[in-house]
């Protein structure tokens, strides 16, 4: 049974910082991906960055390039979002997922973790 746990949300000022951490049990993904989605009030639920793991390329929304960074210990099964300079904009509930595969649907989703950015 694979489960993925976020932590590490909460609220922030505008231009803060912010790390959410997603924590993946009972299975590896070492050789597939794992991304982070994000889903705002009244918005359809958006990409955000996406990291695959046996090659370590990353690639990133519009949106956050610049400002986000995804990273992984494989060793732990734990994918992270550093989130800097961040903006009112970013608010948002932010999903952790996970695939087995490098490309096509994600098969597995944690609870989604709250972040709140104040002006």
């Known amino acids: 049974q694979v489960q993925l746990v976020e932590s590490g949300g909460g609220s922030v000022q505008a231009g803060g910082s912010q790390r959410l951490s997603c924590a993946a049990s009972?299975?590896?993904?070492?050789?597939?991906?794992m991304a982070w989605f994000r889903q705002a009030p009244g918005k359809e639920r958006e990409f955000v960055a996406v990291?695959?793991?046996?090659?370590?390329?990353?690639y990133y929304s519009d949106s956050v390039k610049g400002r986000f960074t995804i990273s992984r210990d494989n060793a732990k099964n734990t994918v992270y979002l550093q989130m800097n300079s961040l903006k009112p904009e970013d608010s948002a509930v932010y999903y952790c997922t996970a695939s087995v595969q490098i490309s096509g649907q994600y098969e597995y989703w944690g609870q989604g973790a709250q972040v709140t950015v104040s002006s």
């Open positions: 009972g299975g590896s993904f070492s050789r597939g991906r």
């Open positions: 990291i695959w793991s046996s090659d370590d390329i990353t």
